[in-house]
């Protein structure tokens, strides 16, 4: 077998074999795939699609080009994944608040894809927080922490880890195949018992209808349960952002906020329901309950100090959150040119101001800036006046913020008032 082989069998929009996938991901993994012919990969599978079959076997050879990890504890081993939004911080939320439940909680997760944020840019923004772990690194904490939210080590799914950069950077984000092999190849190898899915729909996610979400929900839960993982999923609202603010470190302030009390909002509504979700997969009765009350009381909170301070953070950043998180240098209003209703926000575009104000990636070697982002942007269906602030740009430079003006302008539209839209749209199963 040979990468251009594989190559023209899909652009004769044919499903390679198992055996020919496998290899593939194996090449991927040992380098033997060159970059070029990985590209071609990508955009053949986004342009043409695999089959049912085809799928689950490349997300198979992809858990399988690395270790798959094994647990001997004494409650389950549980994890949530979201297919990818703006302004989504659940999972910082969700980690420990599960974790206080008493089960135990691996989280492997990604960077920024595209225009959507990444749980581990975010964590990044807080200093010395380590998300490259060995396995044993990572048992270690999970075992004493209950949680750890990390990269995936170079042995685990490393198929995936080269073909998700090589996605960000080749347009080739948006195909249900790989974005179900990407997801499921770490997931099944970090060896859980039970899995969540929060698979966005809407103008800030990949899947802009909810055809297209249910789609990727019933390719992953049918992919994830063949593959022995219990595994549910629910269709969320991302027609706009999650929480008021984009970018790295601001999230990571909306986090803290949630966490110590500060703020509610549908975050917190998401957090809950996707924990409870997953709770009851495991068994565990009343688990909605269990993680709001986890978050009330505060417990969430520590626990996520725990595992900030365990990951290489600060010891006291829960007490003293502000004093440790970076600040960008100019920070720019964006006033609204009219007076009116907000009848509709593109999240995609939000979340490409923020790209390109340095808070995401444009070619695989940028250095994310943690401090950049927007803040405080105007809710779905909310009447402001002319002038009034419709969200506020945290830059490194006047000219950053400038072009960045023109985005939000552009992403913000006025009209009739918006029709009311659930949190939770559907759940599968």
Known sequence: MDARAVNATLRK???????????????????????????AFAMGVCLNGLDDTGRAALTIAMR???????????????????????????????????AVCGVYVPMISGRGLGHTGGTLDKLEAIPGYRTG?????????????????????ADIAPADKRLYAIRDVTGTVESLDLITASILSKKLAAGLEGL?????????????????ARALAQALVDTSNAAGCPTSALITDMSQPLVPS??????????????????????????????????????????ASKIAESIQSGTAAEKFGEMV????????????WMRFLPEAPVIHEVLA???????????????????????GRQVETDVVDPAVGLSDVVALGATVSKGQPLARIHAAREAMADEAEAQVLDAISFGEAPKDTPLILERIP
């Open 309 to 320: 301070y365990a990951l290489g953070g600060p010891v006291r950043f829960v007490e003293d």
């Open 133 to 153: 772990l060995s396995e044993d690194q990572l048992k270690d904490v999970v075992k004493r922490v209950g949680c750890a939210i990390v990269s995936a080590s």
């Open 246 to 287: 984009l970018g790295n470190a601001l999230e990571v302030v909306e986090v803290m906020r949630v966490l110590t009390g500060v703020q509610t909002g549908r975050v917190l509504d998401l957090t809950v329901e996707l924990g409870g979700a997953l709770l009851a997969q495991a068994g565990i009765d009343d688990g």
């Open 13 to 39: 929009r044919q499903t390679p074999s198992a055996e020919a996938l496998a290899w593939f991901a194996q090449g991927l993994a040992d380098g033997t795939v060159s970059d070029a012919q990985a590209g």
């Open 64 to 98: 399988d080009s690395g270790d798959v990890m094994q647990w001997a504890l004494d409650a389950p081993v549980l994890d949530k994944h979201s297919t990818g939004g703006v302004g989504d911080c659940v999972s910082l939320i969700l980690a420990p608040a599960l």
């Open 196 to 212: 969540v899915l929060d698979v966005k729909c809407g103008s800030g996610a990949f899947m802009k209808s909810q055809e297209d």
């Open 337 to 359: 040119p009219s007076g009116g209703t907000v009848s509709a926000i593109d999240g995609e575009t939000l979340g490409l101001a923020v790209v390109g104000l340095g808070g």
